[in-house]
């Protein structure tokens, strides 16, 4: 078998191909902001060890955005050159008629594309209104087919219901359908070669985020899967790989296509390769509150300006201000690095 170059494909963002558009939301580095991530909820039906604590004090329901003031904001962002939109959480099927905000969102003509993140445990019941809401896009997490290792991993069973929610997805017929996997070493690491199969008999793509030091639990660099331990596996065991050309340079991962043009990989290589220096994302947690980086140690409340009543001067000079303030990348790799107070699953990952 041919080796596949994995250390040199994984230097990927060629600088010149990054976001240069028009926008308003441009930091000190020139990087293009133009991708919102939206939690709608810090609660969630899981607790995967990797991202919330088992005993975890939820939002109250009234602190929560709601979807007029969500819609509202995100009307403002869109003219500071927001285009992309994804909603997370916690778990943003748990947020009641999330379809609703759905629609009110895709009726937004700037928004060029609008995506989900879900654990996939309610999708079944959701998706077809999802879709006709006008949703583009799912990304489902599955880290591991083991019943036993589910509920290890994230302390409920649920791993069925997440297969169904997969299933709904596919039959759906959303745009596109990726699986997004954290491997842990020592927990499901053993399943890198599974999951890609998995994915690539039911014909979508899978990603290997690497494991980040944003959960609950004690993070060590030693237990982080590495992009190219992965990429090594599945090139050996599923299928020849070899770099993507059609990629996204501002895209958190690298893209790989199988040699055989049956599928496709992807690589969140936020620890070996922190892909920074493209990064075009903001977000808003589900009580309103704006950060710059998932790992900002910052935010700007967003939420007296929604409410009582929008203030859209303040809201469009903060963001500018929220961008302009950002730092050049994490610095999970040094001894700079302090860990949010916030886990994943309040950020909105
Ligand atoms: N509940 C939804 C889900 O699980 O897809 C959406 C929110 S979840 C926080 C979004 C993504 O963050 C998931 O794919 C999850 O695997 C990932 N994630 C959470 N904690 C992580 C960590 N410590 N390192 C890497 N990815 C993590
Ligand atoms: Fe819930 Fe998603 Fe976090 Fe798992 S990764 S605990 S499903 S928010």
Known sequence: ?????????????DPAKVETS???LVDTFGRVHNNLRISVTDRCNLRCVYCMPEDVQFLNSKELLSFEEISAFVKI?????????RLTGGEPLLRRDLSTLVGFLSQIKEIKDLSLTTNGMLLKSQAVALKQAGLNRITISLDTLVPERFLDLCKRDG?????????AGIMAGFQ??????VS??????DEVVSLAKFAREKQI???????????????????????HEILDKIDKEVGALVPATNYDPNA???????????GKVGIIASVSKPFCQSCNRIRITAEGKLRNCLFALEEIDLKPFLRPEINEHEISRLLETNVVSKWAGHQFNSKEFIKPLRTMHAIGG
């Open 1 to 13: 078998m041919k080796p596949l170059p994995i250390q040199e494909s994984l230097v990927k963002n």
């Open 22 to 24: 028009s926008g308003n």
């Open 77 to 85: 962002a869109v003219t500071k050159g927001i285009n992309k939109v």
């Open 159 to 167: 791993l069925s219901q997440t297969l169904e929610g997969i299933e």
């Open 176 to 181: 596109s359908i990726k699986l997004n996997t």
């Open 184 to 189: 842990i070493k020592g927990t499901n690491d």
């Open 205 to 227: 793509e899978i990603r290997f985020i690497e494991y980040m030091p944003i959960g609950a639990n004690p993070w060590e660099k030693a237990k982080v899967m590495l992009a």
């Open 252 to 262: 958190p991962a690298m893209e790989f296509d199988y040699a055989d043009g049956k």
